[in-house]
DNA sequence: ACTCCTTAGATAGTTCTACTCTCCAATATT
DNA sequence: AATATTGGAGAGTAGAACTATCTAAGGAGT
């Protein structure tokens, strides 16, 4: 099974050939080779792209616009390191257009990852999601200390050694792509394990 | 400060006044109470309302009519536990609709929830999500070993934990909300975070 | 060679969500 | 009395993600 036509792509995808179609013009999947002016065929790995990208919208949630970005990080990415970096920076947050976070709520992330021994640039989107988040929440009044910063980073500490300690290829295309699967595709079995104990939890408690 | 206007409630709450009349509409913010055909006045009940809704769409990702029904458990919930309970039940996955998972992935969810001591209904949404999610990685030619879902577990235990045992106040009604508050608002917290070690760990194994 | 079917490529239309606008009559306010 | 604001209802709009239609060019079977 080296090559196939639309009409097989679209079976083995489960997607209809005008929604592939239209991926393509939006540059989600590349096209495949041309054997003429009006056939294309295409190859296992469409098939694999086809289904990252449901992954990721159905998934991980993220918008058609967001899976594109990191797909071009993919594409271009030289490590894991970068991948993962470079999917993070295309993130930012589930919701709507942030608004700048606080001076007070910068300065709480910029010690927490002190405490922590994590350097990242303070421009980081994933640092401005955390300040920004801080501040709803005291707008909310219902401020989070230093100390749940703290708990999640030592919760968060080994489940990401070992994520990271996983995936070690030789094959880096595989890896990388990996490394963008086992980021955001996974995080979805992270929130549901969180729910389901928050859950056990309060009901061990009354 | 008891009681304002719309156009204050505007104001306190940075959204325009068509916008929070469609909430209005929608069933997301309470009525105020009539003063008159043409006049009713709002409280600080409303403004707190409001900003949570805007925490729920912006913050945690949720559509307005998730919002909604999350709203309503939280109106209608006796206990923490239930107000937990009732939001876990209306939100399933983030994206679009969820086929339904394999047997087998239904089974590894089983033998998890068993693994950990955890009761939980096997058909709760948060059970279905995590089969379902791990069909998907399945399918990514990804998949996760229990031992990912055991550290998952391990990780997020104290944090449930900790969590739960941080809303301990007297005032049900506020407990409630701070209930909802604390599983959606502050997952994004857990995330960035998670993001940020995997990041630092990626870089300091080269 | 002839007919039928599929495809690429382009354009236009649809559905859903979350607003946003416009009106109107009934008040408040000045 | 003149002006401004509000509640309520309905229509209109922008963006996202498809979905449908059309055309011309191949290719497949006979």
Redesign the interface.
């Known amino acids: 099974m080296l090559s196939m036509w639309m009409a097989e792509l679209a079976a083995r995808s489960g997607l209809s050939v005008p929604t592939i179609k239209y991926y393509l013009r939006e540059g989600l999947l590349p096209p495949g080779t041309a054997t003429g002016a009006t056939r294309a065929s295409y190859d296992e790995e469409h098939v694999?792209r086809l289904?990252?990208v449901r992954?990721l919208?159905?998934?991980?949630?993220l918008r058609l616009d967001t899976v594109r970005q990191v797909l071009e990080g993919i594409d271009g990415a030289g490590s894991?390191?970068d991948a993962?970096?470079s999917a993070?920076t295309r993130?930012g947050?589930?919701?709507?257009a942030?608004a700048p976070p606080s001076e007070g709520a910068a300065d709480r992330v910029a010690a927490f990852?002190d405490r922590q021994g994590?350097?990242?640039g303070a421009d980081?989107p994933?640092?401005a999601?955390?300040a920004?988040?801080?501040d709803?929440?005291d707008?909310?009044?219902?401020p989070?200390g230093d100390d749940?910063?703290d708990?999640?980073?030592a919760?968060?500490?080994?489940?990401?050694?070992?994520?990271?300690?996983?995936v070690r290829s030789d094959d880096l295309e595989s890896s990388v792509e990996?490394a963008v699967?086992?980021?955001l595709?996974?995080?979805?079995?992270?929130?549901?394990?969180?729910?389901?104990?928050?859950?056990?939890?309060?009901?061990s408690?009354?």
């Open positions: 694999r289904r990252l992954a919208t159905d998934v991980a949630g894991w390191h993962v970096g993070h993130l947050s589930p919701g709507a942030t990852l994590w350097e990242l980081h994933q640092a999601v955390l920004r988040t801080l709803v929440l707008e909310l009044e219902h989070v749940l910063l708990l999640y980073a919760a968060m500490r080994p489940v990401a050694e070992h994520e990271v300690g996983a990996a699967i086992g980021t595709v996974q995080e979805p079995l992270l929130l549901a394990i969180r729910r389901i104990a928050q859950e056990n939890v309060s009901r408690l009354g």
